[in-house]
């Protein structure tokens, strides 16, 4: 049996590009949409869309006329290549891609370069307790506000260089 994905995905930018890509792969992300496959084959699948199947089991929930967020599983891995595709054919869409494959502790971010800025939540102990983003430097700030002084926690914003999984030792 795979690996099961957990694939958490915000798109927002240019409202124009963000509803011609909402319009393009609809409600069920179909990645046929973006990069079809000529087969059922999971060789093809995994060379074209970097994961073996289509997403599914996913939700979407619309934030605002140009902010969406799909959740969707995979099996194995992310698909790196869908996340490409959308980058090269929608260059005005900051997409905000996290995955994670709980059973071998793989998690991570498709993609950081300019939006490599994430707002830490550390409880009161000392220890990192969530990450948020990844952000523009301009949202992190923005959005630090909403995290900042609960009681519970305190917050601070990280700019990740070199990689893709964010580890904290505090």
Known sequence: MANLCENRVRLSGDEIQVKELIDLVGEDFDFNALIPTNSNSREEAE???GTQCLAYDVCMEELCSDEYE???ITNWCPPQKIYDEIRRRFPDI???WFYEEPSCGLRGYL???EFDYHI????L???AEAVV???TKKTAEDRFAEYINDGEYNCIIVKVTGGSEIDIDI
């Open 133 to 135: 983003g990844p952000f």
């Open 94 to 96: 900051i997409i905000e």
């Open 47 to 49: 060379e074209k869309w």
């Open 70 to 72: 799909f959740c969707f």
């Open 111 to 113: 993609g950081a370069s």
């Open 125 to 127: 102990d000392g220890r």
């Open 120 to 123: 830490i939540k550390i409880n």
